[in-house]
């Protein structure tokens, strides 16, 4: 068998705004070790959020199966300015752990600058995004034309269109279109730009697929095949039909998603045989994703939180403390942390004036009558998480403010208001001897 990559599917995190696929990550990455391919990329609609698990799980896969990867990338819509009436698809790939993060830019940027139309939130990305962001450092995004969603694809069939009614202004003017955007695409990512093709039997996808060997060979840019996989086999077929059709009524599915699955090395050469593709050039674009598959870097996105740094008080070093029965605070009190040693004189403080009599227990530490942060302090913090954000340099941040209140009547009534009015995915309650604890949360808070 040749050894292949699919560098174009997509995982449930594509539903962030339209149902759109049933396929987990693992279970996709699972899939593709069982096809035997070499890899295989997450390329999920705009969105980035599969990609820790995925990142994660494929060391975990490594253990037997040492030379497989999971490519990272993002199915961008590319667009030369907002809004804009087309929403053209386009697939972006990191090589890096910079790579990503200039991914993680673009994305930001599509989200922050989001606008509706149609009842639908658009989250493009614009061509001078991308020459802003990776002008001064190229050589890190691997890009592919994605599929007939694309501006290659849509050009095509419009080109064709003009061809048949023989209609030679709209001819020239569609080979200038094709022309001017694979132009820009090799002189963004040079060598690592690939026209892509799908293994659809639709007449659309036929038509398409036929002249896009001829483009490639013009322009002198190599092809490969990709999946656009929304589910995970031919089987699945029905069970994603019904789940994109399980919302806002009847969808037309039938032709856009009938070959969207994960295929193997003979389905592609089959369905790819009514565009005419031999079986040596299938077995050559297999080689191109080969291609693709040896400029990917084994990196990790793990790493350790990153703590804001505050400007604190700075104690002076105690390095003859009398409580010798705390060697940890006697550490923290000579620590070269002087954010430590704040910490630690400031908590000694509140516990003397507790033992001498000076304050009441109640009076201790912070009024939580009152926010943590006022209003103009909240709203900064905001500012700096949205320009971090902006930059790539984070997944996510938790902004949170602190306040109590009084409280009389039934907590566990209020938690079941809570779980009808305003449900999260992680609530619980509980009762003890002497205390009683309700809440909410996106993700999980402790783990028993």
């Known amino acids: 068998m040749v050894n292949r990559v699919d560098c174009h599917n997509h995982t449930h995190y594509s539903n962030i705004r339209l149902l759109d696929c049933i396929n987990r990550p693992k279970k996709l990455i699972d899939r593709a070790v069982e096809l035997g391919l070499s890899g295989i990329a997450i390329t999920d609609h705009e969105c980035l959020s599969a990609h820790p698990e995925a990142n994660i799980y494929q060391f975990e896969i490594q253990k037997e199966h040492p030379d497989f990867k999971v490519i990272l990338g993002n199915e961008i819509y590319l667009v030369d300015e907002r809004p804009f009436e087309k929403h053209y698809h386009f697939i972006l790939l990191a090589k890096d752990l910079e790579g990503h993060k200039q991914l993680r830019q673009l994305s930001s940027r599509a989200w922050m600058n989001s606008y509706e139309t149609k009842r639908m939130e658009r989250v493009d990305t614009l061509k001078s995004d991308i020459e802003e962001i990776i002008k001064d450092n190229p050589g890190h995004l691997i890009a592919s034309t994605a599929c007939l969603g694309s501006e290659l694809d849509a050009a095509v069939m419009q080109l064709i269109k003009y061809e048949n009614m023989g209609f030679k202004e709209g001819i020239a003017q569609e080979k200038n279109h094709i022309g001017s955007f694979i132009t820009w695409c090799k002189q963004m990512f040079g060598e690592d730009f690939y026209i892509e093709c799908q293994p659809g039997e639709s007449q659309d996808q036929v038509i398409v697929n036929k002249r896009l060997v001829s483009i490639a060979k013009f322009f002198n840019v190599k092809m490969i095949v990709t999946c656009d996989s929304h589910y995970l086999t031919a089987n699945d077929r029905p069970i994603h039909k019904s789940y994109l059709n399980s919302k806002e009524g009847e969808r037309e599915v039938d032709a856009f998603y009938a070959y969207a699955y994960l295929h193997s090395n003979d389905e592609i050469y089959e369905h790819l045989k009514m565009s005419e593709f031999s079986k040596e050039f299938v077995d050559e674009m297999f080689n191109n994703s080969m291609e693709i598959y040896n400029k990917i870097e084994n990196y990790s996105l793990s790493h350790k939180q990153t703590i804001p740094k505050v400007e604190v008080k700075d104690y002076p070093k105690i390095n003859d403390w009398s409580e010798l029965d705390y060697p940890i605070l006697a550490d923290m009190l000579n620590s070269e942390d002087k954010v430590e040693r704040y910490w630690v004189n400031e908590c000694l403080n509140k516990l003397e004036k ?47 403010n602190r306040l109590s209140a009084p409280f009389e009547g039934s907590l566990f009534d209020t938690y079941r208001r809570l779980r009808t009015i305003n449900p999260s995915p992680y609530m619980f309650y509980f009762s003890g001897t002497d205390v009683e604890v309700a809440g909410a949360s996106p993700e999980t808070l402790v783990k028993l």
């Open 354 to 400: 507790f033992t001498s009599g000076a304050v009441a227990i109640g009076e201790i530490g912070l009024d939580y009558s009152q926010p943590l942060f006022n209003k103009e302090q909240y709203c900064d913090m905001v500012n700096k998480a949205k320009n971090h954000i902006k930059e790539g340099d984070i997944f996510q941040i938790v902004l949170s």
